[in-house]
């Protein structure tokens, strides 16, 4: 019997809270969730939270800008309404990628690599760009690369009137070499102060208007190690929920575990290989003669961590993104480290977003001699075209938990299987309100 415990559950999983809910025994707190006409979201807490231990459940994936206001509105309410103490239960714990933004060579953020459709409109599962040859012609997928990203943003603060509005239109301006005459000639027509052009409605012969510069733009060179200004919205995301008055978080396999120092409350962060070793030892028949793939080297202290409990053998999928010699450009291909031949290959990742990681990495596998590709990953975002492309990819069978709501997706990717994690969650959940020790959920 658990009390003064009270479950509150977010719109993006409620099947998730109604498990967690069955599984502690008590029935959902009611809770109001709706959107005032100018999209702005509503909340109101329909039971009483004073003095209670509450636990608001909602998950990243789907609308997950949407979801994270209704989290912090609703952590907000319940400490106004005077809750003991607010725990934000995250099983997807939403922007845990933005902690870190990788840069190239120049400073700009990688960009992600471009659709891997052929011209017949189908899924290639190649990298893009391809790997750079000495005297290759550079590809069309380099060509939309970061540097030209760079180079463009470099265009717009040149096309900035000054006055801190960009012009929708390229300002044409003078070439420098006719500005710096007319700055000599013209002088008392500059101010220092402005970059901005002056407009003289012309003279009283009917001269047309004509615009006059106060002053050269600056010459703008593009500077080694420039950085455009990329927020770090995990940093503000983590500063949100505490700002909204969450006491403690709960969430799963963290995409970086150190994003767990970014916050100044405790942080629980649960381990969902426990999850996907069971599937492996229950589910994949002679599972000790597969190999377990790590698709990246983020990945590979997780991907080994289950392939030594269970004395597996171990491959590596290096994704190479680092700027080359060749071109500096962005260079996004895979190489395997390990043999697959013969053996089924586990991939295991802690999330699938477009799935282009592993899709490509199946590929690879397949043409490695790979007899059959099985991806198991802790969460299943699977946005925009992710299930078609796993449908059309040699993967053989993806598992996913439900960290995220796979209802819709399993209706359309015969390929998938759900394990479900609300039971984890309800005991962390459990173990937490009595003040136990959550550690035992993280021993093999
Ligand atoms: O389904 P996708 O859209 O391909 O995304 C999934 C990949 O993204 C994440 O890694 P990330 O690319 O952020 O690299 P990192 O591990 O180096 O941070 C994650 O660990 C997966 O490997």
Redesign the pocket.
């Known amino acids: 019997m658990v009390r003064n415990l009270v479950v509150l559950g977010g719109s993006s999983h409620p099947e998730l809270t109604e498990t967690i809910c069955n599984h502690l025994g008590v029935p959902p707190a009611n809770i109001l969730l709706s959107k005032f006409a100018v999209g702005e979201t509503r909340v109101e807490i329909m039971d009483s939270v004073r003095g209670k231990d509450v636990f608001i459940i909602q998950s990243g994936g789907g609308k997950v800008n949407d979801h994270l206001m209704e989290l912090l509105i609703t952590i907000s309410a319940c400490k106004t309404a005077s809750a003991k103490r607010v725990t934000a239960v995250l099983p997807l714990f939403p922007y845990s990628?933005q902690s870190?933004i990788?840069y190239n060579k120049t400073g700009a953020p990688l960009a992600?690599a471009p659709t891997q459709l052929n011209r017949n409109g189908n899924y290639t599962f190649d990298s893009r760009p391809t790997t750079p040859m000495p005297g290759q012609a550079e590809s069309a997928g380099m060509k939309g690369g970061p540097e030209n990203l760079h180079k463009k943003l470099m265009d717009m603060q040149l096309r900035d009137n000054g006055d801190g509005q960009r012009s929708r239109s390229p300002v044409k301006m003078p070439r420098r070499s006719t500005m710096e005459s007319v700055s000599s000639e013209k002088s008392d027509y500059f101010d220092d102060n402005s970059l901005t052009p002056t407009v003289t409605n012309g003279s009283a012969n009917g001269d047309k208007p004509v615009a006059k510069f106060h002053k050269a733009p600056p010459h703008f060179e593009p500077q080694r190690g420039y950085k455009q200004w990329v927020a770090q919205a995990g940093t503000l995301v983590a500063d949100l929920l505490t700002c909204a008055g969450a006491d403690h978080i709960i969430t799963m396999d963290l995409?970086?575990p150190q994003y767990q120092g970014f916050f100044d409350i405790p942080v629980d962060n649960l381990y969902g290989k426990h999850l996907l070793r069971k599937y492996i030892q229950f589910h994949i028949p002679q599972y000790q003669n597969a190999v377990i793939v790590s698709?990246?080297?983020?990945?590979a202290k997780r991907a080994t961590a289950i392939a030594d409990a269970l004395g597996m053998p171990f491959a590596l999928i290096h994704?190479e993104?680092r700027p080359t010699q060749i071109t500096d450009r962005q260079n996004a291909t895979m190489m395997l480290v390990g043999d697959v031949a013969d053996r089924v290959a586990i991939l295991v990742?802690?999330?699938?977003?477009?799935?282009?990681?592993?899709?490509?990495a199946a590929k690879l596998l397949k043409k490695e001699g790979a007899s059959k590709v099985i991806a198991l990953v802790t969460h299943g975002?699977?946005?925009g075209d992710?299930i078609d492309r796993i449908n059309a990819s040699a993967i053989d069978k993806v598992v996913v938990t439900n960290s995220v709501d796979q209802e819709e997706n399993k209706k359309r990717c015969q390929k998938l299987e759900v394990l479900e994690v609300g039971n984890v969650f309800a005991e962390a959940i459990r173990r937490v309100h009595h003040g136990e020790s959550i550690s035992v959920l993280f021993h093999d």
């Not at 698709?295 to 990945?299: H, I, L, T, V, Y």
């Not at 802690?350 to 490509?360: E, V």
């Open positions: 990628r870190d990788p992600k995409h970086d698709p990246d080297a983020g990945g994704k993104r990742d802690d999330l699938a977003d477009t799935s282009n990681t592993i899709t490509r975002v699977l946005s992710a």
